[in-house]
């Protein structure tokens, strides 16, 4: 699992933006979910969810200023119970100790977000620092444990990158390799929101407005950062190398210099701020491919590849530009929409594809099944195994909806509290708490979500049926009363929250 990859940015999902050749093995050789779903499209949420196989109402995490209740019933637990040897390793970012693991080795540093450059790791409850680059050393450290794990017992392994978390610090192998490339623009970097309401028009996650010139566009010089060694900027550069530094300094000159002189402006700033953006994010997930390639070798070499169940995915999908915007938390597409393939060739067809609805709460059931291990009953998700199995068909009465449910609001990014539905054709999202808007999408006819139906006379009796599935899924999910669930978890104003 990466933090923040987003299905635009992966080739085997038709992205047009780089190669992920490693990443398209996978899916060629095994299974591609096409709409596979976020619960609630944040980090911490996102990961409490696939662990617990439970919505964010049920498991306690909601938003990022929760902490993961550890003692809860979780699959790696279940499936150590039943003779697997566990572990995690990268990301974890659920504040609370790591329960359920033979062995943990996690990110700490900048609220468990890790560092890019020389990052901190808790290693079983120990402290350690490692000098390198943090998506190469996740994989040196998932490949020891794996060459020294007891080899009579089956194994569960959660291999967690942080890239391309911002703030999108490329590999010093990459610094650079983007620089004279122009990607494609996406068609609604400069929309206006027209026809959507306040959510879409007050977030704060904008290309234009709220990319920040030093954190995230880099367009600082080492001589200007030296000027104020409290800068954020300052607080991870420091932390390379110098030769690292000097390669650094001589890829980002180039950016600061065109930047300076360019004299941009409006939707010309944001095309140039877009490339910028890209250039970065884009070269972390080089890394991450590569890495992932690695490991798919070793598993090779020493005999175990067709014998692992191998799935990707990332918490949840990311805004590339789309509605001129970077980050998630919208129950629009480009971050509801989860990556998910899966490679096993025991059971699963190569080069399959699926339409089903998933969700990110149905990992947990889903391996439990595979294993062998008895699904308990008060996980809400449903093993995927009969659809992934099935060359991607769905059993005749699968769900007809996905439901979603953000929270964290207010926060950073001002994205209003909201949930919905999302069903093969259609969306139909509430927007509440400072607001009481409702949209709705035809999926198949505006897959940018421009146009929103809601109170559209031609759709009322779509609306109607759709209001009706929402509330059926809110009884089947137990969220009850969901506009007013703000719960002891929401004390306070979080607007100057930690980007988390
Ligand atoms: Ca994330």
Not at 22 to 27: G, L, P
Not at 111 to 118: A, K, R, V
Not at 335 to 360: E, H
């Given at each position: 699992?990466?933090?923040?990859?987003?299905?635009?940015?992966?080739?085997?999902?038709?992205?047009?933006?780089?190669?992920?050749?490693?990443?398209?093995?996978?899916?060629?050789?095994?299974i591609r979910m096409d709409?596979?779903?976020?619960?609630?499209?944040?980090?911490?949420?996102?990961?409490?969810?696939?662990?617990?196989?439970?919505?964010?109402?049920?498991?306690?995490?909601?938003?990022?200023?929760?902490?993961?209740?550890?003692?809860?019933?979780?699959?790696?637990?279940?499936?150590?119970?039943?003779?697997?040897?566990?572990?995690?390793?990268?990301?974890?970012?659920?504040?609370?100790?790591?329960?359920?693991?033979?062995?943990?080795?996690?990110?700490?540093?900048?609220?468990?977000?890790?560092?890019?450059?020389?990052?901190?790791?808790?290693?079983?409850?120990?402290?350690?620092?490692?000098?390198?680059?943090?998506?190469?050393?996740?994989?040196?450290?998932?490949?020891?444990?794996?060459?020294?794990?007891?080899?009579?017992?089956?194994?569960?392994?959660?291999?967690?990158?942080?890239?391309?978390?911002?703030?999108?610090?490329?590999?010093?192998?990459?610094?650079?390799?983007?620089?004279?490339?122009?990607?494609?623009?996406?068609?609604?970097?400069?929309?206006?929101?027209?026809?959507?309401?306040?959510?879409?028009?007050?977030?704060?996650?904008?290309?234009?407005?709220?990319?920040?010139?030093?954190?995230?566009?880099?367009?600082?010089?080492?001589?200007?950062?030296?000027?104020?060694?409290?800068?954020?900027?300052?607080?991870?550069?420091?932390?390379?190398?110098?030769?690292?530094?000097?390669?650094?300094?001589?890829?980002?000159?180039?950016?600061?210099?065109?930047?300076?002189?360019?004299?941009?402006?409006?939707?010309?700033?944001?095309?140039?701020?877009?490339?910028?953006?890209?250039?970065?994010?884009?070269?972390?997930?080089?890394?991450?491919?590569?890495?992932?390639?690695?490991?798919?070798?070793?598993?090779?070499?020493?005999?175990?590849?067709?014998?692992?169940?191998?799935?990707?995915?990332?918490?949840?999908?990311?805004?590339?530009?789309?509605?001129?915007?970077?980050?998630?938390?919208?129950?629009?597409?480009?971050?509801?929409r989860m990556p998910m393939?899966?490679?096993?060739?025991?059971?699963?067809?190569?080069?399959?594809?699926?339409?089903?609805?998933?969700?990110?709460?149905?990992?947990?059931?889903?391996?439990?099944?595979?294993?062998?291990?008895?699904?308990?009953?008060?996980?809400?998700?449903?093993?995927?195994?009969?659809?992934?199995?099935?060359?991607?068909?769905?059993?005749?009465?699968?769900?007809?909806?996905?439901?979603?449910?953000?929270?964290?609001?207010?926060?950073?990014?001002?994205?209003?509290?909201?949930?919905?539905?999302?069903?093969?054709?259609?969306?139909?999202?509430?927007?509440?708490?400072?607001?009481?808007?409702?949209?709705?999408?035809?999926?198949?006819?505006?897959?940018?979500?421009?146009?929103?139906?809601?109170?559209?006379?031609?759709?009322?009796?779509?609306?109607?049926?759709?209001?009706?599935?929402?509330?059926?899924?809110?009884?089947?999910?137990?969220?009850?009363d969901p506009d007013e669930?703000?719960?002891?978890?929401?004390?306070?104003?979080?607007?100057?929250?930690?980007?988390?």
């Amino acid at each position: 699992m990466t933090d923040d990859h987003t299905t635009q940015a992966m080739s085997c999902y038709g992205g047009r933006l780089i190669q992920t050749p490693n990443m398209d093995r996978i899916a060629n050789e095994g299974i591609r979910m096409d709409n596979c779903y976020a619960v609630n499209a944040l980090s911490g949420p996102s990961r409490a969810c696939i662990l617990t196989g439970k919505f964010s109402h049920m498991n306690g995490f909601t938003d990022n200023a929760s902490t993961f209740d550890g003692s809860q019933q979780t699959f790696p637990k279940l499936l150590q119970a039943a003779g697997y040897q566990t572990s995690v390793i990268g990301k974890w970012h659920l504040i609370t100790e790591p329960q359920g693991f033979d062995y943990w080795c996690i990110l700490s540093g900048q609220h468990e977000q890790g560092d890019y450059y020389n990052p901190d790791f808790i290693e079983n409850g120990k402290h350690v620092v490692e000098q390198g680059y943090v998506t190469d050393i996740v994989t040196d450290k998932a490949i020891e444990y794996l060459e020294h794990r007891d080899k009579s017992k089956p194994f569960c392994m959660m291999y967690h990158q942080k890239a391309p978390h911002r703030n999108w610090m490329p590999a010093p192998r990459h610094l650079g390799m983007f620089n004279n490339t122009t990607f494609p623009e996406p068609g609604t970097l400069f929309d206006t929101y027209e026809g959507r309401g306040r959510a879409a028009k007050e977030q704060d996650m904008s290309i234009e407005h709220t990319l920040t010139d030093d954190w995230d566009l880099k367009l600082l010089t080492r001589e200007e950062m030296l000027k104020d060694t409290t800068n954020r900027l300052y607080q991870v550069y420091k932390r390379m190398p110098a030769a690292v530094q000097d390669k650094w300094d001589s890829v980002y000159a180039q950016r600061i210099s065109e930047y300076r002189n360019g004299n941009l402006k409006g939707n010309a700033l944001i095309s140039w701020k877009y490339q910028q953006y890209m250039r970065d994010y884009l070269a972390t997930v080089v890394a991450v491919d590569e890495n992932i390639g690695r490991l798919l070798n070793y598993l090779e070499k020493t005999g175990e590849l067709d014998n692992t169940i191998i799935v990707y995915t990332s918490d949840q999908g990311f805004f590339l530009g789309e509605h001129g915007w970077f980050d998630k938390r919208f129950m629009y597409e480009e971050c509801q929409r989860m990556p998910m393939i899966v490679r096993y060739p025991k059971a699963i067809k190569a080069g399959s594809t699926s339409n089903a609805i998933a969700m990110n709460i149905d990992f947990a059931p889903t391996f439990l099944d595979f294993a062998g291990v008895e699904i308990p009953d008060d996980i809400q998700g449903e093993s995927l195994k009969p659809v992934l199995t099935n060359e991607g068909n769905a059993p005749a009465d699968w769900r007809k909806a996905a439901y979603y449910h953000y929270y964290e609001y207010p926060a950073e990014h001002s994205v209003k509290r909201h949930y919905g539905i999302r069903t093969t054709d259609f969306k139909l999202i509430h927007f509440y708490n400072d607001v009481d808007e409702w949209e709705m999408y035809d999926m198949q006819n505006d897959p940018h979500e421009l146009n929103n139906l809601y109170g559209n006379p031609e759709y009322t009796a779509k609306q109607a049926e759709l209001m009706l599935l929402l509330k059926e899924v809110q009884e089947q999910y137990k969220d009850n009363d969901p506009d007013e669930r703000i719960t002891e978890l929401f004390k306070g104003d979080r607007r100057f929250m930690e980007n988390r």
